[in-house]
């Protein structure tokens, strides 16, 4: 039922931004947490960010922290990751995804989620 689609990637330089957006349909943001993940060719699945439907609050990997940032849009069903200082390796498909289960702190570990978007690829090059 639940529908997720990313849009906003592309190419980017090093240093560069880009902002990532994940619409929800088939129901209501705010009964949901929301993660994004990415995979590398590669590499195993990283969750990279997760925002908590009931309090908003975040979860980050070490790696992204101070770079990037989730938000959400109830009123638009929308989802958000802002993407700074992009490095080489932040390469990667990233996906949006849905989790029933809210939880007070939201999770990053992919399993927990429910429902998943197609993805949208972010390449960092020069």
């Known amino acids: 039922q639940l529908q997720l689609v990313e849009s906003g990637g592309g190419l980017v330089q090093p240093g560069g931004s880009l902002r990532l957006s994940c619409v929800v349909s088939?129901?209501?943001?705010?009964?949901?947490?929301i993660g994004w993940f990415r995979q590398a060719p590669g590499k195993e699945r990283e969750g990279v960010s997760c925002?908590?439907?009931?309090?908003?609050?975040?979860n980050s990997a070490d790696s992204v922290k101070g770079r990037f940032t989730i938000s959400r849009d109830n009123a638009k069903n929308t989802v958000y990751l802002q993407m700074n200082s992009l490095k080489p390796e932040d390469t990667a498909v990233y996906h949006c995804?849905?989790?029933?289960?809210?939880?007070?702190?939201?999770?990053?570990?992919?399993?927990?989620?429910?429902?998943w978007g197609q993805g949208t690829q972010v390449t960092v090059a020069s």
């Open positions: 995804a849905a989790d029933r289960d809210v939880e007070r702190i939201c999770t990053t570990n992919w399993w927990h989620y429910d429902y």
């Open positions: 088939g129901d209501t943001l705010d009964y949901y947490d």
């Open positions: 925002i908590s439907s009931r309090e908003a609050s975040t």
